[in-house]
């Protein structure tokens, strides 16, 4: 009879034990469910959430929150955005969120990504799916002028600081080229772009990639030889595991720009052996600019 009830009494442990170890295992999916479905949270820890990012969540959690009869309804997002007048006289337009405003000073940054491999794609799919549950949604949009206007908020208008042209170093660099016909003759980098006053027919500024344009011989329809200057056709290879993810980005000021100018002699004549005295017309990316003289010797 101890014998029997020896038995009973452990099979009636072990049974216990299975049903503590089977409530550990429910309370802890719940958990992991709890966890899993708390999507702002989540992403917050990821990375600090933009105003875009902060009304698509919002717009989503609402959404999950409502039953069918949702959907006659119209959903309102409340829009902030600076009209700012840049260097040109142009109004750009920009979200609060990309300015960072100082004392005398402002700048603003903004970019924009698409394709495979892009980490807000994810966000952006399923908030598509919750807008479906609102009839309209409609953006109530405030402008502000950050920087003319009466109620501007500082006044100044932001140009990016471009370095002088080294004067004295451009008329050294240019005052020996080579005096071959339909050729290259000069490839400068600079800030500037370049305009040739004074230099015989068929010389040329070119303002293009890094090895952008050539020159060569062509026959016409009647054989006749003539000297053209054109752009090299580049052809694009995609590599099998690249990233399709590609991103623009636009900036007030905005990005100091770098110019490969070439000279050309599109001309059949060469100049070897001459001396011409000629000008040069510098402007930097605002169209600001002078004049320089310039000595060269064909050689």
Not at 173 to 181: N, R, T, V
Request: charged share 30%; aromatic share 10%.
């Amino acid at each position: 009879m101890e014998i029997g009830m020896s038995k009973l009494r452990k099979k009636w442990i072990i049974g216990l034990g299975l049903g503590v170890i089977a409530l550990g295992l429910v309370v802890c999916s719940i958990a992991i469910w709890i966890k899993s479905s708390a999507l702002p949270d989540d992403i917050q820890v990821e990375r600090k959430l933009t105003v875009e990012d902060s009304i698509f969540l919002n717009l989503e959690k609402k959404a999950k929150q409502t039953s069918n009869k949702i959907i006659d309804s119209t959903f309102h997002i409340k829009v902030d955005l600076y009209r700012v007048l840049n260097y040109k006289g142009d109004t750009t337009i920009w979200r609060t969120s990309d300015c960072e405003i100082k004392k005398k000073s402002f700048e603003c940054y903004h970019q924009e990504c698409w394709g495979i491999g892009c980490s807000r794609n994810r966000l952006r799919t399923r908030v598509w799916m919750t807008k479906i549950h609102y009839k309209d949604t409609v953006y109530d949009t405030t402008h502000r002028n950050l920087n003319f206007g009466k109620n501007a908020l500082i006044k100044y208008i932001p140009v990016t600081k471009i370095p002088k042209l080294d004067r004295r170093q451009m008329k050294k660099s240019l005052s020996k080229l080579s005096g071959e016909a339909c050729s290259e003759i000069a490839n400068l980098k600079s800030n500037y772009t370049f305009e040739a006053i004074g230099l015989p027919e068929g010389f040329t500024w070119k303002v293009d990639s890094n090895e952008g344009n050539k020159a060569y011989i062509k026959q016409d329809s009647s054989f006749r030889k003539k000297c053209v200057v054109s752009e090299v056709k580049w052809k694009m290879f995609k590599h099998p595991n690249a990233n399709f993810c590609r991103c623009s980005a636009i900036s007030l000021p905005e990005q100091k720009e770098t110019f490969y100018s070439r000279l050309f002699n599109g001309s059949l004549q060469a100049y070897k052996d001459t001396t011409i005295s000629w000008k040069l017309v510098y402007k930097d990316q605002y169209g600001r600019g002078d004049t320089l003289n310039i000595k060269t010797k064909f050689e």
